[in-house]
């Protein structure tokens, strides 16, 4: 059998979450919450089922979560998308991603990716037949380099997808950022796949940090597919709920593959998300939650060698390990999960060619007993 994905093998993820379980480490690897959602939230889902509604929904999502999820745009970003024509509900955005490169991707079109990237977006273009351009973010700052993708930018670009608050560096992109990105675009016909799961993860609105969504620019918003995932926002990242905000002649192409690719999503999680929605507290409280573990986390590693990289948004803190050891990113992590006893992610799993740059990334999506428990151990190195 020819592989259609020779490089690739079990995703980072997965590996570290295996090591981390088998070495009995505590797990700051994987980026998932290690306590439980609001059990209103399950009680909701309850409520659904037992009132029967579990058989397929609309293939587009049911209407409750549509408007729910509409509603939201407009209250956080001024958006004007139709619960019935520009939203979709997805298994999550890993779903929502690949879903919309296979309907825009023809085979030969180029996709530009900024590295480092989450990993599913290479081989999803890989999939569609396309050619990946790797951008690199500035190395050391992770910000992006607007000179570079401008030149990467040809007529055979069909679409850049851009993550902020971003993972793995934790870094978000400013209001000059976005502007700037819609200028170079601008006399383009290059489709944003904007990646925003961790919207409501964007800290220090004291100093005037704020999640600059794409929809906030309106000549971004024309051509641009919004990911977002119920997993990251509500602390349920197995339920795979997620969607896609797009003009409605975009999200015209990318229903007619979801509805061959899942066809549509778990309906009594969808009905419970409707009505959770129904109250804003719980995502406008999440940065307060999130920056509390990020400071706790931070302090816990100031006397160590480690050097903490700034976490500006997200559940993620990326340190420089290269005053801790001398061991390469991949072997750092496998050396602290399993004789240190805390997993973490080598960011060298988010780049094509493997860079390495002596940085780690940890997840303090954790309850504080967890991330003491982890920190007593850090500490000392
Ligand atoms: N994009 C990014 C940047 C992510 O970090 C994740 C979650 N790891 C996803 C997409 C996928 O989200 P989901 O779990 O909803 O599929
Ligand atoms: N997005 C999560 C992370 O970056 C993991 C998702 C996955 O396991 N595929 O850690």
Known sequence: LTTKLPAVGTTIFTVMSSLAQESGAVNLGQGFPDFNCDPKLVADVTQAMTQGLNQYPPMAGVPVLRQ???????????????????????????????????????????????????DSYVPNIELAGG??????????????????????????????IINSPHNPSATVWTKADMLRLEEILAPTEVLLISDEVYE???????KGCAHQSAILFSRLAARAFIVSSFGKTYHVT??????????????????????????????????????????????????????RKRDLFRSGLAGSRFKLLPSEGTYFQCVDISAVSSLNEADFCKWLTT???????????????????????????????????ALARLAKL
């Open 200 to 206: 409501h993860m964007v800290f220090d609105a004291d």
């Open 238 to 291: 197995g339920w795979k709920v997620g969607y896609v905000a797009a003009p409605a002649a975009l999200t015209a192409e990318f229903r007619k593959v979801h509805q061959f690719n899942v066809f549509t999503v778990n309906t009594p999680v969808q009905y419970a998300l409707a009505a959770y929605m129904a109250d804003a507290k719980p995502y406008l409280d999440l940065p307060a939650f999130y920056q």
């Open 68 to 118: 729910a999820i509409s509603d939201k745009l407009q209250l956080l970003y001024g958006g004007k998308y139709s619960a019935d024509s520009e939203i979709t509900v997805t298994a999550g955005a890993t779903q929502a991603i690949i879903t919309i490169i296979l309907a825009v991707v023809h085979a030969g079109d180029e996709v530009i990716v900024l590295e480092p990237c989450y």
């Open 339 to 373: 004789e240190i006893g805390v997993a973490a992610i080598p960011l060298s799993a988010f780049y094509g060619d493997g860079f390495d740059q002596r940085v780690v990334r940890f997840c303090f999506a954790k309850k504080d007993q967890t991330l003491e428990a």
């Open 131 to 160: 050619v990946v351009v790797r951008v690199p973010l500035v190395p050391g700052s992770f910000r992006p380099d607007f000179d570079k993708i401008s030149a990467a930018i040809t007529p055979k670009t069909r679409a850049i």
